[in-house]
């Protein structure tokens, strides 16, 4: 009996549920334990279901008595290291999430549903070793197959996408094969460097850069933010880091938001790297590419790992540096399932792995800044924009009482003319994609609302369309008051159509390019509206945030901002830090090159306080005094702020669900100065999809007091829910929305 005790082999296993533990699973029927390793999947029954469940550990014993057994195993390599796994339990634990919904969100979807993990995408060309003894010289009568070993003696091997990329022939890759001198074996996926440029020189780094580079130790941990202006050579800084840790035979890890992982941004470091292999990981792949990067950067195949929020969950064994570009960006941040900040975890995986951890921007986030403003990360500045471009000149221009013509100033409106004419390109940013913002009936006041959200619909034109921004709910556009039938409806506002129609006939001879969510399916699509813009050529560009990130357009020498008021009234506290931020975003794209930049600012309100200050005193000066006003009011990031959310159909529901749970919290922690709570409040966007959303918001003075609260108040949540009610633990909340 004794020995049959210590025989049994218990599965412990993430089983994607929404339920904040491991389930004991027997190994499946059949299989030695000893085939098995923490870190593979396999098949699990669940409720009548089967899932794709992580093993995380074997042990000998379980609570319960009837176990049931896995059904198949799934991998023979370990997917998830031991690094990995404790940083995924680190996750699971810090933003109280079920840790199955954790590894689940860590692994790209062809692998959440089974799918095997090993095929390579990408064939690559190599030398054999008698391919890798020949002379330089050798195979002098056959030039396009000496051309190709030689190509090979210096880079080691070439994927089928670089031979073709740098006009070598398949049937020299043939000859050389058939001579026994190369090989094709399997690997993993790379985007080949710009057509012709074999690979593009590093600059001579100016001293500010020098500088920074001199004091990153890539030796072990520590968190630094690189706070330097839009275009002052932020990004050489991340290519030289990655070129040491490449060198020291590490894999380095690049996130970048959403919109800024562009074709451009790829090639760039491509072009750089021409020898190492680039996993990509973003939503813009297809599934099966995406699966393949993936497993490229967690065999450690890939050196150099590229992607938005998810890949900071990506198991890199080799890890050497983690780089955060734009450190700000709200897209860091998972706003649903488990709620994540890329960034925050950025400096908890480079702890835990004892590698150095870069965030970068030229508008960081308060969070960042206030770290660094402290010494808990160390504070780097590039003050100069790099090479010979200027900082741009920088105008408000009062649009109170001014004649707009769709939203735009006559002045500023000469101004583009003016910029066109002398040959070069202006970018107009609006904040709003579609027509019109609201549709209304300008005889009974009616206005065209989201049948499932507490918000207007938005006019597309174009497709004859209102749609919700927030559900994505369509209805066909109406030509008659659907409340009084009057046929004086009117577009209310404007967007980035509208714009687009008044600048196309008011500058007919100039391509105009419209970049927002709706002329963009793709990344390559953007990559393509924008070749004009990156030719050179005078062209006018207009959208909307997607065109403050990233793109580096040296030839526009004008900015116009066309409504700077939209973040100077909400009830959101961080919205004048991310208007702050957007703007000097817009602004930076300005004269980028050797041409000199103007940024011209459209505001009814020129004398705002907080637009003075940014406009004048810049982004670093403007987001230090708004520190001071959240530390005067007691906010983040000076304070731990969590909201416990819930949604439901049923409104009271949702409200008697959190006015329990603050009852419970209170019961535990009763409020003081140091545990605030308020709520339950309706979420800004009271209703979204048919659903009334309220939270409860937690404050404290140290995030060790709001831990082990928000982990009473789960597992009381897993135990006390309505069916149809959702609710959620948002840690470090990042939008009151
Ligand atoms: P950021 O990421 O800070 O916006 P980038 O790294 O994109 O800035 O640099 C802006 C431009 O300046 C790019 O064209 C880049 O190639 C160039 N650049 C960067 N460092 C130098 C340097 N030391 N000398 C000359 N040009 C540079
Ligand atoms: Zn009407
Ligand atoms: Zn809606």
Same mark, same amino acid.
């Given at each position: 009996?004794?020995?049959a005790v210590?025989?049994r082999?218990?599965?412990?296993?993430?089983?994607?549920?929404?339920?904040?533990?491991?389930?004991?699973?027997?190994?499946?029927?059949?299989?030695?334990p000893?085939?098995l390793?923490?870190?593979?999947?396999?098949? +699990?029954?669940?409720?009548?279901?089967?899932? +794709?469940?992580v093993?995380?550990?074997?042990?000998?014993?379980?609570?319960?008595?009837?176990?049931?057994?896995?059904?198949e195993?799934?991998?023979?390599?370990?997917?998830?290291?031991?690094?990995?796994?404790?940083?995924?339990a680190?996750?699971?634990?810090?933003?109280?999430?079920?840790?199955?919904?954790?590894y689940a969100?860590?692994?790209?979807?062809a692998?959440?549903?089974?799918?095997?993990?090993?095929?390579?995408?990408?064939?690559?060309?190599?030398?054999?070793?008698?391919?890798k003894g020949?002379?330089?010289?050798?195979?002098?009568?056959?030039?396009?197959?000496?051309?190709?070993?030689?190509?090979?003696?210096?880079?080691?091997?070439?994927s089928?996408?670089?031979?073709?990329?740098?006009?070598?022939?398949?049937?020299?890759g043939?000859?050389?094969?058939?001579r026994g001198?190369?090989?094709?074996?399997?690997?993993?996926?790379?985007?080949?460097?710009?057509?012709?440029?074999d690979?593009?020189?590093?600059?001579?780094l100016?001293?500010?850069?020098?500088?920074v580079?001199?004091?990153?130790?890539?030796?072990?941990f520590?968190?630094?933010?690189?706070?330097?202006?839009?275009?002052?050579?932020?990004?050489?800084?991340?290519?030289?880091?990655?070129?040491r840790?490449?060198?020291?035979?590490?894999?380095a890890?690049?996130l970048?938001?959403?919109?800024?992982?562009?074709?451009?941004?790829?090639?760039?470091?491509?072009?750089?790297?021409?020898?190492?292999?680039?996993?990509?990981?973003?939503?813009?792949?297809?599934?099966?590419e995406?699966?393949?990067?993936?497993?490229?950067?967690?065999?450690?195949?890939?050196?150099i790992v590229?992607?938005?929020?998810?890949?900071?969950?990506?198991?890199?064994?080799?890890?050497?540096?983690?780089?955060?570009?734009?450190?700000?960006?709200?897209?860091?941040?998972q706003?649903?399932?488990?709620?994540y900040?890329?960034?925050?975890?950025?400096?908890?995986?480079g702890?835990?792995?004892?590698?150095?951890?870069?965030?970068?921007?030229a508008?960081?986030?308060?969070?960042t800044?206030h770290?660094a403003?402290?010494?808990?990360?160390?504070?780097?500045?590039?003050?100069?924009?790099?090479?010979?471009?200027?900082?741009?000149?920088?105008?408000?221009?009062?649009?109170?009482?001014e004649?707009?013509?769709?939203g735009?100033?006559?002045?500023?409106?000469r101004?583009?003319?003016?910029?066109?004419?002398?040959?070069?390109?202006?970018?107009?940013?609006?904040?709003?994609?579609?027509?019109?913002?609201?549709?209304?009936?300008?005889?009974?006041?009616?206005?065209?609302?989201?049948?499932?959200?507490?918000?207007k619909?938005?006019?597309?034109?174009?497709?004859?369309?209102?749609?919700?921004?927030?559900?994505?709910?369509?209805?066909?556009? +109406?030509?008659?008051?659907p409340?009084?039938?009057?046929?004086?409806i009117?577009?209310?506002g404007?967007?980035?159509e509208?714009?687009?129609?008044?600048?196309?006939?008011?500058?007919?001879?100039?391509?105009?390019?419209?970049?927002?969510?709706?002329t963009?399916?793709s990344?390559?699509?953007?990559d393509?509206?924008?070749?004009?813009?990156?030719?050179?050529?005078?062209?006018?560009?207009l959208g909307?945030?997607?065109?403050?990130?990233?793109?580096?357009?040296?030839?526009?020498?004008?900015?116009?901002?066309?409504?700077?008021?939209?973040?100077?009234?909400?009830?959101?506290?961080?919205?004048?830090e991310?208007?702050?931020?957007?703007?000097?975003?817009?602004?930076?794209?300005?004269?980028?090159g050797?041409?000199?930049?103007?940024?011209?600012?459209q505001?009814?309100?020129?004398?705002?306080?907080?637009?003075?200050?940014?406009?004048?005193?810049?982004?670093?000066?403007?987001?230090?005094?708004?520190?001071?006003?959240?530390?005067?009011?007691?906010?983040?990031?000076?304070?731990a702020?969590?909201?416990?959310r819930a949604?439901?159909?049923?409104p009271?529901?949702?409200?008697?669900?959190?006015?329990s749970?603050?009852?419970?919290?209170?019961?535990?922690?009763?409020?003081s100065?140091?545990?605030?709570?308020?709520?339950?409040?309706?979420?800004?966007?009271?209703?979204?999809?048919?659903?009334?959303?309220?939270?409860?918001?937690?404050?404290a003075?140290?995030?060790?007091?709001l831990?082990p609260?928000?982990?009473?108040?789960?597992?009381?949540?897993?135990?006390?829910?309505?069916?149809r009610?959702?609710?959620?633990?948002?840690?470090?909340?990042?939008?009151?929305?």
């Open positions: 009996m004794q020995e210590q025989q082999v218990i599965l412990q296993l993430a089983v994607p549920v929404p339920l904040r533990r491991l389930f004991d699973y027997l190994p499946p029927e059949g299989l030695s000893q085939a390793a923490p870190g593979q999947r396999l098949w +699990v029954p669940f409720a009548g279901r089967k899932l +794709v469940a093993l995380v550990a074997i042990v000998g014993e379980s609570p319960l008595a009837e176990l049931k057994p896995a059904l195993q799934i991998d023979s390599t370990v997917l998830f290291d031991a690094h990995s796994r404790r940083f995924l680190w996750i699971a634990d810090y933003y109280q999430a079920p840790v199955g919904e954790v969100a860590a692994m790209p979807a692998l959440r549903k089974g799918k095997p993990a090993h095929h390579w995408a990408e064939q690559w060309l190599q030398l054999t070793t008698e391919g020949l002379p330089q010289t050798a195979l002098a009568r056959a030039p396009k197959q000496q051309a190709l070993l030689q190509k090979l003696l210096r880079d080691g091997r070439l089928r996408a670089h031979l073709k990329a740098q006009g070598h022939s398949m049937a020299a043939r000859g050389l094969q058939e001198l190369v090989e094709w074996v399997a690997g993993p996926t790379v985007p080949p460097p710009l057509p012709g440029a690979a593009s020189l590093a600059p001579a100016n001293s500010e850069q020098q500088q580079l001199d004091v990153m130790d890539c030796s072990r520590s968190a630094s933010l690189l706070e330097g202006v839009t275009g002052s050579g932020k990004t050489e800084i991340y290519l030289r880091l990655i070129e840790v490449l060198a020291a035979g590490r894999q890890l690049l970048v938001p959403e919109i800024g992982l562009t074709p451009q941004t790829l090639r760039r470091i491509a072009a750089r790297f021409p020898d190492h292999s680039i996993a990509a990981l973003h939503s813009g792949l297809a599934e099966g995406r699966a393949q990067s993936w497993l490229a950067a967690a065999a450690g195949q890939a050196d590229i992607g938005t929020r998810s890949a900071i969950m990506t198991p890199l064994p080799r890890l050497g540096v983690v780089i955060v570009d734009e450190e700000h960006d709200a897209s860091f941040k706003q649903d399932g488990v709620r900040s890329a960034r925050d975890l950025a400096v908890v995986l702890r835990n792995t004892n590698v150095p951890v870069l965030l970068g921007s508008t960081p986030a308060l969070e800044l770290n403003l402290t010494g808990r990360y160390r504070h780097l500045h590039l003050y100069q924009r790099a090479g010979n471009a200027h900082p741009p000149q920088i105008h408000v221009v009062p649009t109170l009482r004649p707009l013509e769709a735009f100033s006559p002045q500023v409106l101004h583009i003319g003016d910029v066109l004419a002398r040959g070069e390109q202006a970018l107009v940013f609006i904040n709003r994609r579609g027509f019109a913002p609201a549709l209304t009936c300008d005889d009974c006041g009616w206005i065209a609302d989201c049948a499932h959200c507490s918000s619909l938005t006019l597309h034109r174009r497709q004859g369309q209102l749609r919700c921004h927030h559900c994505d709910h369509r209805r066909p556009l +109406v030509n008659s008051c409340q009084c039938h009057s046929h004086s009117a577009a209310l404007g967007g980035t509208r714009s687009e129609e008044l600048l196309l006939q008011r500058f007919a001879s100039y391509p105009v390019i419209r970049i927002d969510r709706d963009t399916g990344k390559q699509a953007l393509k509206l924008l070749a004009p813009a990156r030719d050179g050529q005078p062209c006018l560009l909307t945030q997607m065109l403050a990130k990233g793109h580096h357009l040296p030839r526009v020498t004008l900015v116009v901002i066309q409504d700077a008021d939209g973040g100077l009234f909400s009830a959101d506290f961080r919205a004048p991310r208007t702050g931020q957007l703007l000097a975003q817009v602004a930076g794209r300005a004269g980028r050797s041409l000199h930049g103007r940024v011209l600012v505001s009814r309100y020129p004398e705002h306080p907080l637009l003075q200050r940014l406009l004048d005193k810049g982004y670093g000066d403007f987001a230090r005094q708004l520190l001071e006003d959240r530390i005067a009011a007691q906010l983040p990031p000076v304070r702020m969590a909201l416990v949604e439901c159909e049923e009271a529901w949702a409200e008697a669900f959190l006015q749970a603050r009852r419970y919290m209170q019961s535990l922690a009763p409020p100065p140091q545990l605030l709570y308020l709520g339950p409040v309706p979420a800004l966007l009271e209703r979204k999809s048919g659903r009334f959303r309220f939270y409860v918001q937690v404050v003075q140290q995030r060790a007091q831990q609260l928000l982990a009473r108040v789960s597992t009381w949540a897993e135990g006390n829910k309505n069916r009610l959702r609710w959620a633990v948002d840690m470090d909340a990042q939008d009151l929305s």
